[in-house]
């Protein structure tokens, strides 16, 4: 199992705590962007900077992830392909998107395009707070905990 971080838009307290979980349970933790990411000096933890354009870290991390491996997104998009090959996607605010759930959030997604396209005003998401923090870490400890049992 390797744990793929779509790293762009990624809250630097989620990738603490992606680098403290890596260092303590060996799993390997590939940080994808654009741009040049510093990442601790550990054997676990690695940054790929991929190049600048539209999807470039998505795609890349949509081709290398394979079955038993986490992804950490908020992109929906990306999430839904991960899940199509039956990898696991996990969202900076704790949500695991699942087969069940994915298609209900794309639609809602699509919906909330084409509302602003047509120039409503739609606020965005509510800001990242400490309980968005806790559930995001309270649900990657509780995959990791039935990752390490089942292997």
Same mark, same amino acid.
């Given at each position: 199992?390797?744990?793929?971080?779509?790293?762009?838009?990624?809250? *630097?307290?989620?990738? !603490?705590? &992606?680098?403290?979980?890596?260092?303590?349970? $060996?799993? !390997?933790?590939? &940080?994808?962007?654009?741009?040049? &990411?510093?990442?601790?000096?550990?054997?676990?933890?690695?940054?790929?900077?991929?190049?600048? %354009?539209?999807? *470039?870290?998505?795609?890349?991390?949509?081709?290398? *992830?394979?079955?038993?491996?986490? *992804?950490?997104?908020?992109?929906?998009?990306?999430?839904?392909?991960?899940? $199509?090959? %039956?990898?696991?996607?996990?969202?900076?605010? %704790?949500?695991?998107?699942?087969? =069940?759930?994915?298609? /209900?959030? &794309?639609?809602?997604?699509?919906?909330?395009?084409?509302?602003?396209?047509? %120039?409503? !005003?739609?606020g965005g998401p509510a800001a990242?707070?400490?309980?968005?923090?806790?559930?995001? =870490?309270? /649900?990657?400890?509780?995959?990791?905990?039935?990752?390490?049992?089942?292997?």
């Open positions: 199992m390797k744990i793929w971080v779509d790293a762009d838009a990624c809250p *630097v307290v989620i990738k !603490e705590i &992606l680098y403290r979980a890596a260092i303590r349970t $060996g799993i !390997e933790t590939i &940080l994808v962007a654009n741009a040049w &990411l510093r990442v601790p000096p550990s054997p676990h933890i690695r940054a790929v900077q991929v190049d600048k %354009g539209f999807d *470039v870290a998505d795609n890349y991390i949509v081709q290398a *992830v394979e079955v038993s491996d986490l *992804v950490i997104t908020a992109d929906i998009p990306l999430a839904a392909q991960v899940v $199509g090959k %039956g990898a696991h996607a996990l969202n900076p605010r %704790g949500e695991m998107y699942t087969s =069940a759930n994915i298609a /209900e959030r &794309l639609a809602m997604r699509d919906m909330m395009d084409e509302l602003r396209s047509q %120039g409503a !005003e739609i990242f707070n400490q309980a968005d923090r806790q559930k995001f =870490a309270a /649900e990657l400890d509780r995959f990791m905990a039935r990752h390490i049992v089942n292997k």
